[in-house]
């Protein structure tokens, strides 16, 4: 099984730049589609991106397409999620997943299709 662990959150100003990073141990790291996920205090936890075993096919949610950019790297076991023009909107606490399935959209859209979980890092943006 995969474990996953974030970081790269923190404090930044609207319009700012964040990257989050994932580590991800075990060697069978590029088995899994993986996917960040952020929840907001209060809010349930809502889809941001994902991206397939390849890194081939990436796919985001409407409030990030533009903004975010979904990357992995499977020879360092790491996925990446660039964040760019950053809205207060944005703050939450984000999270990475590993989905060991396939590449089913409606799955990969919802916190349910995934079997691993982060730990969460807190991305906080100030107006």
């Known amino acids: 099984q995969v474990q996953l662990v974030e970081s790269g959150g923190g404090l930044v100003q609207a319009g700012g730049s964040l990257r989050l990073s994932c580590a991800a141990s075990?060697?069978?790291?590029?088995?899994?589609?993986m996917g960040w996920f952020r929840q907001a205090p209060g809010k349930e936890r809502e889809f941001v991106a994902a991206i397939s075993r390849s890194g081939g096919s990436t796919y985001y949610a409407d409030s990030g397409k533009g903004r975010f950019t979904i990357s992995r790297d499977n020879a360092k076991n790491t996925v990446a999620l660039q964040m760019n023009s950053l809205k207060p909107e944005d703050t939450a606490v984000y999270y990475c997943?590993?989905?060991?399935?396939?590449?089913?959209?409606?799955?990969?859209?919802?916190?349910?299709?995934?079997?691993?979980w982060g730990q969460g890092t807190q991305v906080t943006v100030s107006s």
């Open positions: 075990g060697r069978t790291f590029s088995s899994y589609t």
């Open positions: 997943a590993a989905r060991s399935g396939g590449e089913i959209y409606i799955a990969l859209m919802n916190s349910w299709g995934y079997d691993r």
